[in-house]
């Protein structure tokens, strides 16, 4: 589209269209430091808007927008969000069979008032550990 609107401009201007090798549309380029100033400043400003602002505009998006609320946690979460709870995957062999004995001792009183088979006593072979 741009070439057609090229075609129907005189010859001379024809050729400023058209960009040399290495050159851009805005051969001065955006000054160094352009755009990390902007970004500073608007963090900046955020950053002190929040610190007067902030838990109050919380709580009324909150309470107002919930559907907007979620929507900002989510944003903030970590993309790959590891939510492995298993607080036993360095424990040695030894220290998992001491646990497994202290989860057995602790539902055991449970399982002799229901037994695996029903009421105290249970029909099930006891297990040996």
Known sequence: MAD???????????????????????????????????????????HNDFEQHGVEAIVKVRSEKPDQYLKVIASILPKDLNVNINNMDDLTDDQLIQRIRQLDSAIRPFLDTQGAGGPVGGTEPETTH
């Open 4 to 46: 057609e609107t090229a075609e129907k401009l005189p010859a001379h201007l024809r050729d400023d269209l058209k960009f040399k090798p290495g050159q851009s549309g805005n051969p001065a380029g955006r000054p160094k430091g352009a755009r990390s100033k902007l970004g500073e400043a608007f963090l900046e400003a955020m």
